[in-house]
């Protein structure tokens, strides 16, 4: 079954030919699918990370790099017969004078920008998970809290100014987990937990400042992501044969592609009343529901809702009525 019979969206349409996206954090997972379906949908994207064919970040992997997203978003972008194009720059989004001179690039090159996604992190390296607050490495703990809150603030200061040139822009706040999960239940360890809620209440807090400009800002999440490093190191499977890794845990029946996300970012940016999430807090597969599409295989993971509804501790899993 190809994409056009399973996106929820008609064949050869490009609903945002002409728009200009910034992903910042487009090495791999989330951010790299985002950044590839907008080009899909006829965008030109600036795709930003660390790693690149000649340097290896912390996170030390090297078979994702910002080129090769920018090379996947142009793919794309052709296959649709579209206008989308992929345009890599490595950043490293801490350093803001590297921030202001990316905005300033898409501003002398493009004059606009539409869509902006905060999908940066690259902290898992230094989660020691199992550890309390007192007990965790502090200068890990303290590099969680820049790389997963510190870079969302430096790139949108830098980035807004552009954005609210026109109306109808977008920010997306990329974290794991909603503010109806995230609220009553703890995501230890507490530096995790602190830096996948910030980007909540960040979201929140830009659509308050954002609405007088005709602009949205809301928060997305995808679900159990089935990244690269999530098939590869955790459950050393490849993406054709998944569904192995439910040996390992049945629960991973309710995981996702990052294209699931990277669907509901297109969505979103397609949506002329976007502005009714202002200041939301959404994931992949409740906007799914919302907007008809679904995963690369047809289906269309709830995993938010299941994670709540079904016990995560049982050694059986029902994904029936979930997916």
Sequence with gaps: MDSEETDGTHAGAHPLAGKVALVAGATRGAGRAMAVELGRAGATVYATGRTTRAYTSEVGRTKETIEGTAELITEAGREAGGPGTGIAVPTDHLEPEQVEALVGRIDRERGRLDVLVNDIWGGDVHVEWDKKMWEHDLGKGLRLMRLGIETHIVTSRYALPLLIKNPGGLVVEVTDGTEEYNGPNYRKPFYYDLAKAA???????????????????????????????MLD?????????????????????????????????????????????????????????????????????????????????????DVTGYR
């Excluded at 909540?200 to 490093?229: D, I, N, Q």
């Excluded at 490849?238 to 049945?250: D, F, S």
Aim: hydrophobic fraction near 35%; aromatic fraction near 10%; glycine fraction near 8%.
């Design 233 to 317: 190191t955790h459950f050393k499977v490849p993406e054709e044969n998944w569904r192995e890794g439910c040996e390992q845990n049945p629960h991973f029946a309710i995981s996702e592609t990052p294209t699931f996300v990277g669907r509901a970012l297109v969505a979103l940016a397609s949506d002329p009343e976007v502005a009714r999430w202002n200041g939301a807090s959404l994931s992949s597969g409740g906007l799914a529901k919302e907007y008809g599409f679904t995963d690369v295989d047809g289906s269309a993971p709830d995993a938010w809702r299941y994670i709540t509804e079904v016990d995560q501790e049982s050694k059986t899993a």
């Design 199 to 229: 980007p909540l209440r960040m979201a929140w807090g830009l659509a308050e400042e954002l609405k007088e400009y005709g602009c949205t800002a809301l928060a997305l999440t995808p679900g159990w992501l089935r990244s690269e490093a």
